[in-house]
């Protein structure tokens, strides 16, 4: 099985892309999917012995997490820690689950693929990229977004141009969703040829 990891920095038009592979019959392991649901499971009681008050109801306050954390090195550490091996395990899983289902290309959504070694896991690496104008547009019609968060996400992410120059297949959604549909289409057909490593 060949697997693809799929990046991009915020408002390039990843998670559409992601979609995009999902609808063509590639099965995709959304990370940020993943953090979700253990938030709401497993992780909440985890997270609430090391950040007391983070959680209501057996679930992670987000809001209330994100003001732990937020600007302190060492408390995002302790998340890290927490967190990361139940992201690895419930990808695991999945790359189990696809094998077992016989398919010949799996993709792995991982904001931070870069920034967290990610890229090691995979065998290609598909970079979601757009425009800058066109990527500070979306991001700034998100509701709560604010130019401050915005540039304080950027900063936590590998410049746009530093993760094209790393790809091993770039997908352009300047240019909407039908020619973004196109590229992934062509990334397939040529990942089919192509030999694990």
Do not use: C, W
Not at 65 to 89: F, T
Not at 102 to 115: C, M, N, Q, S, Y
Not at 168 to 185: M, P
Request: no cysteine; charged share 25%; glycine share 8%.
């Amino acid at each position: 099985m060949f697997v693809l990891g799929l990046t991009g920095s915020i408002g390039m038009g990843k998670s559409t892309t992601a979609t995009l592979f999902a609808d063509e019959g590639v099965p995709v392991h959304d990370a940020d999917a993943a953090v979700h649901e253990l938030y709401e499971g497993r992780a909440a009681p985890l997270i609430e012995a090391a950040f007391p008050g983070t959680t209501e109801n057996g679930k992670v306050d987000r809001q209330k997490l994100g003001a732990a954390v937020l600007g302190n090195h060492e408390a995002l550490k302790r998340l890290e820690i927490i967190v990361h091996p139940l992201v690895a395990q419930a990808r695991d899983h999945f790359l189990a689950k696809a094998k077992l289902d016989d398919a010949k290309i799996a993709v792995l959504d991982i904001p931070l693929l870069f920034e967290t070694g990610g890229d090691k896991l995979v065998d290609a690496v598909v970079v979601v990229s757009a425009a800058p104008h066109i990527q500070r547009q979306r991001v700034m019609e998100r509701p709560g977004m604010t130019v401050e968060k915005f540039e304080a996400l950027l900063v936590k992410q590998l410049p746009d141009a530093e993760k094209r120059k790393r790809a091993d297949f770039i997908v352009d959604s300047s240019h909407g969703v039908d020619s973004a549909r196109e590229q992934v289409r062509d990334i397939l057909s040529k990942v089919a040829t192509m030999a694990k490593k």
